[in-house]
Antibody, heavy 120, light 106 residues
Framework: EVQLLESGGGSVQPGGSLRLSCAASGFYFSNYAMAWVRQAPGKGLEWVSAISGGGGSTYYADSVKGRLTISRDNSQKTVYLQLNSLRAEDTALYYC?????????????WGQGTLVTVSS | EIVLTQSPATLSLSPGERATLSCRASERIASYLAWYQQKPGQAPRLLIYEVSNRATGIPARFSGSGSGTDFTLAISSLEPEDFAIYYCQQRSNWPTFGQGTKLEIK
């Protein structure tokens, strides 16, 4: 069974940093690209970043480019999202997601999310 | 960025009725469209991919159609568990989601 477990969220002041983690199990981790999708409170879904299975290719939404860094450790079956220079608008539930096997970016597996709150 | 616009924002129907949700893309996205269902406090669930293909375990009452820029999710006969928020998503370019349609009980 595919499982994704996020951690690392919390409350931080504007300009601060956090590192989110997503521990994966139940599948051959290095075979799959991984993504982060966020959801601001009461709002819709926003894809923010993705990383290829080997980690050599990374992708970012324009809204976070230069401030967020995605990485992965295949030996630990974990994907990370480093959030820097945080702004109030980064407040959201951050989901780790994997494609369903029907093609890239059809997100069939999701974690439960980790909440990031940016506030002074 | 490809913008997806969903309508209506809210749809009020009764169990047993048919629901039709729309999603319009700002440019042609071929067949790269999916639909998700999200219930309060839960992660989204993939329902439909490539416009009309049901994901594993999705009931046959859910169907998708459309092409080019206009797409539709239909639920043939609403069950109580179908009342939720529905999002469309494209992957023609970097993934983007629509703003959602809330399907509520009338």
């Amino acid at each position: 069974e595919v499982q994704l477990l996020e951690s690392g969220g919390g409350s931080v002041q504007p300009g601060g940093s956090l590192r989110l983690s997503c521990a994966a199990s139940g599948f051959y981790f290095s075979n799959y690209a991984m993504a982060w999708v966020r959801q601001a409170p009461g709002k819709g879904l926003e894809w923010v970043s993705a990383i290829s299975g080997g980690g050599g290719s990374t992708y970012y939404a324009d809204s976070v480019k230069g401030r967020l860094t995605i990485s992965r450790d295949n030996s630990q079956k974990t994907v990370y999202l480093q959030l820097n220079s945080l702004r109030a608008e980064d407040t959201a539930l951050y989901y780790c997601a994997r494609d369903a096997g029907y093609g890239d970016y059809y997100f069939g597996y999701w974690g439960q999310g980790t909440l990031v709150t940016v506030s002074s | 960025e490809i913008v997806l616009t969903q309508s209506p924002a809210t749809l009020s129907l009764s169990p047993g009725e048919r629901a039709t949700l729309s999603c319009r893309a700002s440019e042609r996205i071929a067949s790269y469209l999916a639909w998700y269902q999200q219930k309060p406090g839960q992660a989204p669930r993939l329902l439909i991919y490539e416009v009309s293909n049901r994901a594993t375990g999705i009931p046959a009452r859910f169907s998708g159609s459309g092409s080019g820029t206009d797409f539709t999710l239909a639920i043939s006969s609403l069950e109580p568990e179908d009342f939720a928020i529905y999002y469309c998503q494209q992957r023609s370019n970097w993934p983007t989601f629509g703003q959602g349609t809330k399907l509520e009980i009338k």
